[in-house]
C-alpha cells in the first residue's frame, strides 16, 4: 500500500506546508507523489500482497486500476493543474486531492466491508469541500450543499446495507462471504435487503438512474477542475469497487442481482442520454452524457470477470481522457462567469481558435464512439462482453443511448464549424504552447488507444 | 543466421521516409526551399542506404526477416499482429522503392525549384514513400492493407498538388475514386480469406493453402485481390485514372505512377501466387485482362499527342503485359519487368520532365522538335530508355520483355505470344514515334530550350545506367548456362515466389529472340521513315479511319463511363433522394427525434433543482426496487 501512504504523506505536508514554509513547492511535491506512486506500483506489479490484517489487498486488478488512475490524475494535474496552482489556497487543494485518492486507492483494493466505507467517506468528504471551494460563488455553495445532503443519504445507505450484510453473514470480509455463498446456504432476506442497499449507494457515486440528480445540479456549480475529476476519476473508483464487490464475492458475475443492474444500466443509458438532448447548458449536458456512460460501464459490472474488467479498464481510461479533453475545451470557451451558459457559446469556435474546435470534436467524437478513436472499441468492448453473456437488453439501451448521443455531441460540432461567432465574442481566443501541449498529447493519446486497444485492456490478467 | 539487429534495422527503413516528413512539418518553413529539399532528400537516402546494407548483410533476405512490433489487434479467433517482413520478393521491392525513389527526390529539387508549396510536396512525396515501404514490408493483408490505402492517399494528394486549377484536382478525385473501386475488392478479398483460414499473415495462410480443398473460395479470393489490383494498376476497365494522373508534377508521375505505386498490384499477385496457382480460373482473368488492356492502351497511346500521355498509356500497357506474364504462371517474369520497367520508365517520365522543364511548359510533342542539340544529355539517356522499352538488347527491357513473351508462348501457345508480340511493336512505334518527333527534325516552337541542372542531369544519368545493367539480372539460360553464370533474378525470388522457369528448348527460345527482334527493328525503322525528320508544324492528321478517330478518343471509354456508370449513378441518387430520404427517413427520424425531445423534456421537469424532491423519487424507487426483491 505504498501509494496509500504516499498520498496520506503529501497530503499531511500539505497541510504544514504553509506553517513550515515550503508551500511554494508543494504543487510539484504533488506531481512528483503521483509519478513516483506510478513508478512504486511496478515494485509488486501482478502479486497479491495483503495489508492490515487481511482487510486490503493489492492484486492485479487493484493495481491495474490504481495505475491507470494515477496516470489520469497525472494528465489531470498537467492539464487542470496550473489554474489550482495560482489560487491563495492550493496547498489546501493539495491536501484534499491527495486525501481523496487516499480514498480512491481504499476502494480498489478492498477485501473487507469496513474499509470500503472508510475508503468512500474519505474520498467523499474533501469532495464536499472541493466542490465548494470558489466560496464567494453562490451557485458552488449551493452544489457543495446539495451535493453533501444527499452524500450522507448515500453513506447512510451504505452503512444500513453493510449493517444488513454483517447480520445475515457474520462477517465484514469478502472472502468469507463468498465462501459462505459457495457452500450453497440459504441466506436469509434480509442479505438481498442489504445487497440492494449497497447497490443503491455504488449507484449513487457513480450517478446512474434513479441516483443521478446529485450529477448535473453538482457538476454545474463545481469549478470545471474539480467537476472533471469528480466525473472522471471518482466515477471509476465507484464502478470498479462495485465491480471488485461482485468479482470477490459472487465470483465472477452479478447472480440475482443482475436483473436491477441491468435495468438501471439500461434506463441510465436511455434517460441521461435523452434528457441530455434537450440540455442547453454544456457542462449540465455533459453530466447527463456521463449519466449515459455510467450506465454503459455498469455493463462491465453485469458481465464481470476477465472480459468485464479489461472492458472496463479501458473504457474508464478512454472516457476520462475524453472528458478531460473536453473540460479542459470548456474551461477556455465559458470565460464569462455569469453561469447562463449554453452551446451557443461555441458558436464559429473554430474560427476564434481552430485547436479548440479540434480538440472538442475528438474529445466528443471519442465519447461518442467514432473510429478510430478510443471511444469506439471503448464501447464495442462493452456491447461485445454483454453480447456474449446474452445481455440483449443492455445491447438494444447501448445502441439507442449513443444513437441519441450522437445528437447533442454533433450539436457541439455544427456550433464549432458551421456557424459564425456572436459579434460581442472576442474573435481571437489566444492559447499559450503549454495548452496546446495538453490538448496534443490528450488528443494523440486518444488516437493511438483508438488504433492500439490491446495497450490498456490487457493490463489485467487474473 | 540473421541477428536480431537487422530485424530492427527494417524499423529504420522505414521510419526515415516518416522522419523526413514530420521533420519538414515542423521546421520545413524555417530552413528554406534548399533546407526542405535536402531533409526529404538525407531521409530517402539514408532509407536506401539501410535497405541496401540489410539486403546485402542478410544474402537477399533469402531465410525471410520478421520485425514484430507487437498484437495489433485481435478479434474472434483472428489476430493481427503488427509486424513487418522481409524476404526475397520484398526486399527486391524495397530497393525499387528507396532506389528509383531517392533519385525522383534528387530530381524534384531542380524540377521544383521556385514553387511557393515545395513543403508540401516533398512532405507527400516522403509521406509516400513511407506508406509504399508498409505495403510491401507488411507481414500480413490488413498492414498492406494499410500501406496500399496510405499511397492512394499520397497519389491523391500529389496528383491534385496544383489543386487551384479545377482540372487537376478533378483528375485527382477521379484517381481517388476509381481506386477505392478496387480497393473494395482488396476488402472483400482479406475478409474472405481472414473468415476461411483465421488469420491474414502471409506465414500463416500459405502453409494451410494444401490442406484447403475448396477451389471457388480460393477462386474468389484471387479474383477479389485482382479486382484491387485493377484499381491500383490502371487495368481494364478501372485504367482510365492513370492518364489523367499525369496531371500532377512530372516527378511524381515517374514515381508514382510509372515506377512504384501501379505495379502494387503486381506485387499483391506475386505474394499471393501460392494461392494463385490454385486457382486457375482466376489466372485466366488476370491474363485475359491483362492483354486487352495491354493491347487496348498500346493503340490510344500511338495517337496521343501529350508527351506524359503518350508515356502514361506506355504505362498502362506495360502493367498489362506484366499481368499477361503472371496470368500465364510466369510470376517472377511479371517481377523481373517491375524492376526493369521501375528503372527506363521512371527514365522517360524524368526525361520528358526535363524536356517539359526546358520547354518552360510545352507538352506537345507536335510543337517540339530538334531538341537533339539543346538538351544533349536528356536525348541521350532518353534514347537509352526507348531503346530499353522498345525491347533492344542489351538494354534491361529486351531480356524482361523477352522473358514474358516466352513465358506466353510455353504456357499459352503461339496465338498468346502473337499478341504480345504486337502489343511490343506497337510499343516501339509510339515511342520512337515521341522520340523522333521531340528531339529530332528541326524545332516546331519559338521557346529557347535549355538543358537542366546537374542534379536532374544525376538522375538521368544513374537511371541511364540502370536501364542498361538492370536486364543482366534476369539473364535467360541459354546465354547464362554457356557463360557460367546464373539467372540472379531466379535465384532472389524463388523462395518467396512460385517460380517456373521455362523449359523451352534452346532452339526455340532463339527462333522466337530474333523473330521478336527483326519484328521491332522493322517497326523502328517504319517509325523513322515517317517521323524522323518532320520540319514544319504537323497537321492535325485529317483524315483518320475510323479506327484511329475512336483509339485517338481513347475509344470514348470516359464517355461511356459517363453516360453508363455516373448518369446512371445520379439519377439512382436523385431517386432515392426523393423517395427514400426525403419521403420516408426524413419523417421517420424527424418523429424520432420529436418523441426523444418530448420524452427529454417531461423527465427534465423532475430536475426541478430541489433537493427535497430528490429525496423523494430516490426513496420512492429504492422502496419500489426493495418490495420488489423482498416478495419476488
Known sequence: ?462 | MVSPVMENLLLVILLFPLLGAGLNLLIGNKVGEKGIGWIANTATGFSFLTALYVFFASGGCQSGLTFSMFEWFHFGKVSIPFSFYLDGLSGLFVLIITGIGSLIHLFSMGYMHGDKEIKRYFMYLNLFIFFMLTLVMASNYLLMFVGWEGVGLCSYLLIGFWYQNSTYSEAANKAFIMNRIGDLGFLLGTMLMAYHFGSLSFGDVFPQLSQFSDTGVLTAIGILFFIGAMGKSAQLPLFTWLPDAMAGPTPVSALIHAATMVTAGIYLLARTSALYVLAPLALDLVLYTGLATALLAAVIAVYQNDIKKVLAYSTVSQLGLMFAAVGSGGFGAGVFHVLTHAAFKALLFLGAGSVIHGLHGEQDILKMGGLKKSMPVTYLTFLIATLAISGIPPFAGFFSKDLILVTLYEARGPLFFGIALLISLLTAFYMFRLFFLTFHGSPRNDKLAHESPAGMKTALIVLAVLSVVLGFLGLPHIFAHPLGLSNLLEEQLKTAVVMSAPHLSATTEIVLMVITLTAVVITIALSKRKYGSVQSLMAEETRLTTLEKWASHKFYLDEIYETVVTKNMDRLARFTQHWADELIFHNISSLSGRSVREVGLVMRKIQNGNVGSYFTAMVLAMSLILIYFIFQ
Open chain 1, 1 to 462: 500500500m505504498l501509494q496509500l501512504m504516499i498520498f496520506g504523506g503529501i497530503g499531511l505536508l500539505a497541510m504544514v506546508s504553509e506553517v513550515l514554509g515550503f508551500s511554494r513547492i508543494m504543487s510539484l511535491l504533488f506531481r512528483v507523489g503521483t509519478l513516483v506512486c506510478i513508478a512504486s506500483l511496478f515494485i509488486n506489479y501482478g502479486l497479491d500482497i495483503t495489508w492490515f490484517g487481511n482487510m486490503m489487498v493489492e492484486d492485479r486488478f487493484s493495481q491495474a486500476f490504481i495505475l491507470t488512475t494515477c496516470l489520469m490524475l497525472a494528465t489531470w494535474t498537467f492539464g487542470f493543474g496550473r489554474k489550482i496552482g495560482e489560487d491563495e489556497f492550493r496547498n489546501d487543494y493539495i491536501a484534499l486531492f491527495s486525501f481523496s485518492m487516499v480514498g480512491g486507492v481504499m476502494m480498489l483494493s478492498y477485501t473487507n466491508l469496513v474499509m470500503l466505507f472508510l475508503g468512500l467517506e474519505i474520498l467523499s468528504i474533501p469532495l464536499y469541500v472541493l466542490v465548494g471551494s470558489s466560496k464567494r460563488n453562490l451557485k458552488s455553495n449551493e452544489s457543495a450543499f446539495k451535493y453533501f445532503l444527499m452524500g450522507a443519504f448515500a453513506s447512510g445507505i451504505m452503512l444500513f446495507g453493510i449493517a444488513f450484510l454483517y447480520g445475515a453473514t457474520g462477517t465484514f470480509d469478502l472472502h468469507q462471504m463468498s465462501l459462505q455463498a459457495q457452500t450453497g446456504g440459504t441466506f436469509p432476506i434480509f442479505f438481498h435487503v442489504g445487497m440492494v442497499l449497497l447497490i443503491f449507494a455504488f449507484a449513487f457515486k457513480m450517478a446512474v438512474v434513479p441516483f443521478h440528480f446529485w450529477a448535473p445540479d453538482v457538476y454545474e456549480g463545481a469549478p470545471n477542475a474539480m467537476t472533471v475529476y469528480m466525473a472522471a476519476l471518482v466515477k471509476t473508483f465507484a464502478i470498479a469497487s462495485a465491480f471488485r464487490f461482485f468479482f470477490l464475492v459472487f465470483g465472477g458475475e452479478a447472480g440475482i442481482y443482475s436483473t436491477l443492474l441491468i435495468g438501471m444500466s439500461a434506463v441510465s443509458m436511455l434517460l441521461g442520454n435523452i434528457i441530455g438532448a434537450v440540455q442547453d447548458n454544456p457542462k449540465r449536458l455533459l453530466a447527463y452524457s456521463g449519466v449515459g456512460h455510467a450506465g454503459f460501464m455498469l455493463m462491465a459490472v453485469i458481465v464481470n470477470g476477465q472480459v468485464g474488467a479489461n472492458a472496463l479498464l479501458y473504457y474508464s481510461v478512454v472516457y476520462s481522457l475524453s472528458l478531460f479533453l473536453a473540460f479542459f475545451v470548456l474551461d477556455k470557451v465559458l470565460i464569462h462567469d455569469d453561469f447562463y451558459w449554453s452551446i451557443g457559446d461555441f458558436k464559429g469556435l473554430a474560427k476564434r481558435n481552430p485547436w479548440l474546435a479540434m480538440s472538442m470534436s475528438v474529445a466528443l467524437l471519442s465519447m461518442a464512439g467514432i473510429p478510430p478513436l478510443g471511444g469506439f472499441y471503448a464501447k464495442l468492448f462493452m456491447l461485445k462482453a454483454a453480447f456474449t453473456n446474452g445481455h440483449y437488453v443492455l445491447i438494444w439501451a447501448g445502441l439507442i443511448g449513443s444513437l441519441v448521443a450522437m445528437y447533442y455531441y454533433l450539436k457541439f460540432i455544427i456550433n464549432m464549424y458551421s456557424r459564425n461567432p456572436d459579434s460581442d465574442v472576442d474573435l481571437n481566443l489566444t492559447l499559450n504552447y503549454w495548452d496546446k501541449l495538453v490538448m496534443g498529447f490528450i488528443g494523440i493519446t486518444l488516437l493511438i488507444l483508438g488504433l492500439f486497444p490491446d495497450l490498456v485492456s490487457a493490463l489485467i490478467r487474473f
